[in-house]
């Protein structure tokens, strides 16, 4: 940092946004400093008018909806995939927009994980979210596994980052999957999965990604890099809403593979009808639905995509960038001295969308940044997140940030509050 930041520069720099009019999108409470993106966006009205209308779809036509309406719901997944496509880097139809972050991560364990021989173990890291290490359990008992013994996680040298180095050398001969995440949720680093997916397949081992912490807040390659498989949720950067339907993705290469778990929405769409007993799977990513759509929270996420078309993921992702680091430097000039580390890579190749500090008074602390109108993240036992999301971030808006959490700490504010975690944190 040359010279002393100041709110004149961030008005400056929020001048010269070329995105700074997406913020006028969304339903933003005046006054208020939403730092949680990555957990959960905020409605666009975009998204709402969009949910609207498939209300008027089912209110006009009821089970016509399928087939009539504005937005037909039979193809809705596809459509919504097709769409979603260019965030990830992409074919159209190796994206479909279905289930759930976890019940897609199991489906695609459950079609993925085939155990020969000496080749038992999954691998995956002692830092991901805890949901996907549930799936892999499960998956291994499943298939008659403990895991204990064939669950491999990557140890991490610091408690908050991964060396890729350390992942590629526990790519062992007994492994025959590999699940990692695309970007360390308390951490926010960004793992580089085309050298991981390349690694991998040196040694034979399918590998797949949680992109739950990227997808929407940066550009991905899944093709390109040869990524097997990838899973994500819809509701944190792409604002889809809560508990919004989720999506994943499937190399073409692996078309006409059987799903592990199957169900009717799977099907060849125009076979789906037939009623048969034998499944004919849909030659793409389709294939790896299980159930109806859920058309309600499928809604917002047209909408909400439709932001990101106008908008480029390649500028978001400048933006997004800037406004992290901008905020790293404020912290590094407003709050030395208060006990704060930050813990997110400071390199711009190596950070996701979101930044994290750390400190012993963390639960205490966002608790006190919600009294004075700001929403943090807190992640047990003492991270605190913040994402300034480059759809309706600005720069003053963390600049006013920082300066807050500065006041906070100086009067020491967050005494008032006990150092524990709400039952949602």
């Known amino acids: 940092m040359s010279k002393e930041l100041t709110l004149d520069h961030a008005k400056e720099l929020d001048k010269s946004d070329s995105l700074a009019r997406f913020k006028d999108e969304f339903y933003i409470k005046e006054g208020h400093y939403y730092m949680d993106g990555n957990s959960l966006g905020l409605l666009s009205k975009r998204a709402e008018k969009a949910l609207h209308t498939s209300l008027q779809d089912w209110k006009d036509h009821g089970i016509d909806g399928w087939m009539n309406g504005e937005e037909p719901w039979y193809y809705y997944s596809e459509k919504l995939g097709a769409k979603t496509a260019p965030l990830v880097g992409a074919k159209p139809e190796e994206v479909i927009v279905t289930g759930s972050i976890t019940t897609n991560l199991h489906q695609l364990i459950a079609t993925f994980y085939e155990p020969e021989g000496n080749r038992t173990k999954i691998l995956a890291d002692e830092l991901t979210f805890p949901s996907d290490i549930y799936a892999i359990q499960s998956q291994l008992?499943?298939?008659?596994?403990?895991?204990?013994?064939?669950?491999?996680?990557?140890?991490?040298?610091?408690?908050?980052?991964?060396?890729?180095?350390?992942?590629?050398?526990?790519?062992?001969?007994?492994?025959?999957?590999?699940?990692?995440?695309?970007?360390?949720?308390?951490?926010?680093?960004?793992?580089?999965?085309?050298?991981?997916?390349?690694?991998?397949?040196?040694?034979?081992?399918?590998?797949?990604?949680?992109?739950?912490?990227?997808?929407?807040?940066?550009?991905?390659?899944?093709?390109?890099?040869?990524?097997?498989?990838?899973?994500?949720?819809?509701?944190?950067?792409?604002?889809?809403?809560?508990?919004?339907?989720?999506?994943?993705?499937?190399?073409?290469?692996?078309?006409?593979?059987?799903?592990?778990?199957?169900?009717?929405?799977?099907?060849?769409?125009?076979?789906?009808?037939d009623m048969e007993h034998v499944l004919t799977p849909a030659e793409s990513a389709g294939a790896f639905q299980i159930g109806t759509p859920h058309i309600l929270s499928s809604a917002p996420l047209l909408g909400s995509l439709q932001l990101f078309e106008e908008a480029g993921i390649g500028e978001l992702r400048k933006k997004s960038l800037s406004l992290t680091r901008f905020m790293m430097e404020l912290v590094n000039q407003e709050l030395t001295g208060y006990g704060f580390t930050i813990c997110n890579p400071q390199e711009d190749e190596r950070r996701g969308g979101h930044i994290s500090l750390q400190?012993?008074?963390?639960?205490?602390?966002?608790?006190?940044?919600?009294?004075?109108?700001?929403?943090?993240?807190?992640?047990?036992?003492n991270n605190i997140r913040l994402a300034p999301v480059a759809l309706y971030s600005s720069y003053e808006d963390v600049w006013n940030t920082v300066q807050i959490l500065k006041k906070i700490m100086e009067y020491e504010e967050y005494k008032q509050f006990e150092n524990v975690r709400d039952v949602v944190a």
């Open 359 to 381: 400190h012993d008074e963390a639960a205490r602390i966002c608790k006190a940044l919600k009294a004075n109108k700001v929403t943090p993240d807190f992640r047990a036992p």
């Open 141 to 273: 008992e499943l298939k008659g596994y403990t895991h204990e013994e064939h669950l491999v996680q990557v140890n991490s040298r610091d408690g908050y980052t991964l060396k890729e180095e350390d992942i590629i050398e526990a790519m062992t001969d007994d492994i025959a999957l590999i699940v990692l995440p695309s970007v360390l949720y308390r951490s926010g680093q960004l793992l580089d999965m085309k050298w991981l997916t390349a690694e991998a397949h040196k040694r034979g081992i399918v590998i797949g990604f949680d992109l739950a912490h990227s997808v929407g807040a940066l550009p991905h390659q899944l093709h390109e890099d040869g990524v097997d498989f990838a899973v994500w949720c819809n509701y944190k950067y792409l604002n889809s809403g809560p508990g919004g339907v989720g999506g994943l993705y499937v190399h073409e290469r692996h078309f006409g593979k059987k799903p592990g778990l199957a169900g009717w929405f799977g099907s060849k769409k125009d076979k789906q009808f």
